[in-house]
Structures are given as structure tokens and as C-alpha cells.
């Protein structure tokens, strides 16, 4: 079955980086746009960046423009978040989430999510 | 960027009542509109994508309307796994904006 499982997260300290991953099974990885979505403690749902499915076009929220990269490996099917000079606003729990089934219009909503990773920032 | 606006933030009801919640967005976003759900310490999972259209698997009890700038779901005769928060969505834009959840409690 169609699975994304998230890892990488843990506690890092104000301005320092960390690299989270996404590992998806049980569908060609290679076919389908991607994303990152994030929730603070408490908080609501916030897109994070997206990636095209063959990685040629990136777009981020405003938030981490600048500080984070998403990035893709289509020969080993998974999905990363690159976070630098993180802030103590960026802890979060972080989901990767897949594009939906094709749509002529390239207009996509998110059909699968992972159970998410834990991002916490402290000093 | 585009805004979504969800009302209300918290709506109190009881098994078998018929909700609705709505969704605004700040500039015509035409159809592209999904609604997930999410409960405590699980990832959201999508309901309605196209305004309109029933993810498979999900009960039909759910159905979206809507497009331009409003949208509503309603859920008819509310079951208890149905008390969970909703967020709509937009992308139309490369900002995927989410409104800012509605939670559904049990009265």
C-alpha cells in the first residue's frame, strides 16, 4: 500500500540545520509531485515547499523561503527537507504528503501523508 | 497570497445532527479546494478535493460545495468518529494555504 514514513527530526539548536527525510513505498515515487506541511504545537496546518515530480521546479512558503530546501532522489524514492538557520519557530511536526493522482490542469491536492517527524528547536 | 478563512473555529454538536463549515478564500481560487480531516496526534487525511469530489473510501455522509471564493462541507447525521478538526485548502496558487481549522466537539 502507498506509504511515506518521515524520520530525521529531534532537538536542534537555534541556527543550526537539520536534514529530514522521507522514505515512500507501494507507488512509482518518480510520477508524483511532493511536499512538506507543518504543524506547530497546538497550531494549524502550514505548507512548507513542494517539488515537482522530477524535481525541476521547487516552491517554499514564505516562512522558510531562504533557509530550507527540499530536494528528491528518485533512484531511492525519498523525499528531503534541508533546514538551516532554524528558529525557534520552526518547531513543528513535519509531514511529507504526496500530489494526487494526475490532472490535465497540474493543479494538485494531497492525497497521502506520512505520521510525521518532530522538529524541536532549544537551545 | 491567498487567504482561506474557515468559520467557525469551534462548532459543538451531537451524533446525527447535520454540520456545516465554511470557507472563504481571499481571491477566486475556481475549484481548487480540499478539505482534510485531522484527528489528535494522527496526520490529516483528505476528504473532498475539486470542492466537490469524495476521496474514495470516504463516507458519503461528507460532501463539499462551493467555488470562486466559498465553499462549505457538511457532514450529515455527524457519527462520533466524525469529532476531529477540518482544514480546507487551496491550490490554485503555489502557496497551499490552509484555512485555520475548524474543531468539532461533541455538545
Known amino acids: 500500500q502507498v506509504q511515506l514514513v518521515e524520520s530525521g527530526g529531534g532537538v536542534v539548536q537555534p541556527g543550526r540545520s537539520l536534514r529530514l527525510s522521507c522514505t515512500a513505498s507501494?507507488?512509482?515515487?518518480?510520477?508524483?509531485?511532493m511536499h512538506w506541511v507543518r504543524q506547530a504545537p497546538g497550531k494549524g496546518l502550514e505548507w512548507v515547499a513542494v517539488?515537482?515530480?522530477?524535481?525541476?521546479?521547487?516552491y517554499y512558503g514564505d516562512s522558510v523561503k531562504g533557509r530550507f530546501i527540499i530536494s528528491r532522489d528518485n533512484s531511492k524514492n525519498m523525499l528531503y527537507l534541508q533546514m538551516n538557520s532554524v528558529r525557534a519557530e520552526d518547531t513543528a511536526v513535519y509531514y511529507c504528503?504526496?500530489?494526487?493522482?494526475?490532472?490535465?490542469?497540474?493543479?494538485?491536492?494531497?492525497?497521502?501523508w506520512g505520521e510525521g517527524t518532530t522538529v524541536t528547536v532549544s537551545s | 497570497d491567498i487567504q482561506m478563512t474557515q468559520s467557525p473555529s469551534t462548532l459543538s454538536a451531537s451524533v446525527g445532527d447535520i454540520v456545516t463549515i465554511t470557507c472563504r478564500a481571499s481571491q477566486s481560487i475556481s475549484n481548487w479546494l480540499a478539505w482534510y480531516q485531522q484527528k489528535p496526534g494522527k496526520a490529516p487525511k483528505v476528504l473532498i478535493y475539486k470542492a466537490i469530489a469524495l476521496q474514495g473510501g470516504v463516507p458519503s455522509r461528507f460532501s463539499g460545495s462551493g467555488s470562486g471564493t466559498e465553499f462549505t462541507l457538511t457532514i450529515s447525521s455527524l457519527q462520533a468518529d466524525d469529532f476531529a478538526t477540518y482544514y480546507c485548502q487551496q491550490y490554485h496558487s503555489y502557496s497551499y494555504t490552509f484555512g485555520q481549522g475548524t474543531k468539532l466537539e461533541i455538545k
Open positions: 504528503a504526496k500530489d494526487g493522482p494526475y490532472d490535465s490542469s497540474g493543479k494538485y491536492y494531497m492525497d497521502v
Open positions: 517539488i515537482w515530480h522530477d524535481g525541476s521546479n521547487k
Open positions: 507501494g507507488f512509482t515515487f518518480n510520477n508524483y509531485g
